[in-house]
């Protein structure tokens, strides 16, 4: 294994040098040179793939993140910020449009090995909803919480930037015979809605997909009433700053539109700093736990237990049609993993089933993380 990388290495350069030398002289570019040769190009790939597994997702690695794990907006210029989001924006309504023609929902309950009802159960004993709360669910794709939120609350408004996911959203909605939804193409970066308009702002599993998310918190913190809750549901990456890179490493390689999946205090910090920014103030650093309500500057912010949701792998990365060879790489940091390699934040287990074959298992954990906004007469 390792003789055979180093030695497609070898002749990776030795070829290399001599295109370099002989053809295109030292005033031409790599990709130029790469062109030139059919070999050159097939070596630069088996020279990627194995350098890719040898490193996977720690020092050397060639996939890097378009994501910032943090609660502050990017930096660099604003031309730049803002070509990076529309381009992270395009390929996300690209590759949804893709998972709702291959049917969204079916697909969800496949790869998850906890029922759908129990993980929506869940969630929603944790969103704090009345029977009179007109809701708002950002990133809401098929409409999946939106619509179990639905029989509880006087309205919901589902809003998303992937069309095809909405006509889904729509289609299902009328099955169920729900009256009281509603669905809107928009960008949660710019949200069509007027100042305090909703109870409840709720965005299920759509922060990890967020290039710059303080941005579209902030926008949650801004449509939501004085006194009403923004609900974050996403997963939740490990504490451990390097475990946690490994993490969203891999869901990177699974999945194009992934930037970050936040740890729990990461998400309160997020939350806490999109009512501040949003009213006009610094930001303030945010303490550690797990079980605990708190009140900072007039902030209540509550963040609950984690629900392990268990994955069965193959499913999980044949919906997003995953290379294989990035499906190698990531069962490969598993089964390491389950040998006593680095650890992945996936947790991953064995299961047989009755025949006595064996398929590969993960955890992915959600959190509830809920902020309140202050009353207006309460200055922060």
Request: aromatic fraction near 8%.
């Amino acid at each position: 294994f390792v003789p055979l990388s180093v030695r497609y290495q070898d002749n990776f350069n030795v070829i290399h040098r001599k295109i370099f030398c002989r053809k295109v002289g030292r005033s031409h570019s790599l990709s130029r040179i790469l062109r030139l040769s059919v070999m050159t190009r097939n070596l630069r790939a088996y020279r990627n793939f194995w350098c890719d597994t040898f490193h996977a997702f720690g020092r050397d690695c060639r996939i890097k993140s378009t994501s910032r794990c943090c609660s502050q907006p990017l930096h660099g210029t604003a031309n730049n910020r803002a070509k990076l989001d529309v381009d992270h924006n395009a390929r996300i309504r690209s590759e949804f449009s893709k998972q709702a023609a291959d049917g969204f929902d079916t697909h969800w309950q496949e790869r998850n090995v906890t029922s759908g009802e129990l993980l929506s159960t869940w969630i929603l004993a944790r969103i704090p909803l009345e029977t009179t709360s007109r809701i708002l669910d950002v990133a809401t794709g098929t409409g999946m919480n939106a619509r179990a939120m639905a029989t509880r609350v006087q309205s919901v408004t589902g809003i998303d930037t992937t069309a095809a996911m909405l006509n889904q959203a729509k289609e299902q909605s009328a099955r169920d015979g729900l009256q009281n939804t509603a669905w809107d193409l928009g960008n949660a970066e710019q949200l069509p809605y007027k100042d305090n308009t909703f109870d409840v702002v709720t965005c299920r599993l759509a922060i990890h997909h967020f290039v710059n998310p303080i941005i579209h918190v902030r926008e949650m913190c801004r449509v939501v009433k004085p006194g009403g809750w923004v609900s974050l549901i996403d997963l939740t990456g490990p504490d451990d700053i390097e475990i946690c890179a490994r993490y969203n490493q891999l869901e990177r390689l699974r999945d194009c539109t992934h930037t970050e999946a936040l740890s729990i205090n990461a998400l309160v910090s997020l939350l806490h700093n999109g009512f501040t920014e949003h009213a006009g103030h610094d930001d303030v650093a945010i303490g550690e736990g797990l079980e605990q309500r708190r009140r900072l500057d007039a902030i209540e912010i509550s963040s609950q237990d984690v629900f392990r949701n268990a994955m069965n792998l193959q499913t999980w990365m044949d919906f997003t049609h995953t290379s294989w060879r990035h499906q190698a790489m990531i069962k490969q940091a598993l089964e390491d993993e389950l040998q006593g390699g680095l650890c992945t934040g996936m947790d991953p287990f064995w299961t047989s089933d009755p025949s006595g074959e064996r398929s590969l298992h993960f955890y992915h954990k959600y959190v509830v993380v809920n902020a309140r906004k202050p009353m207006e007469n309460t200055s922060i």
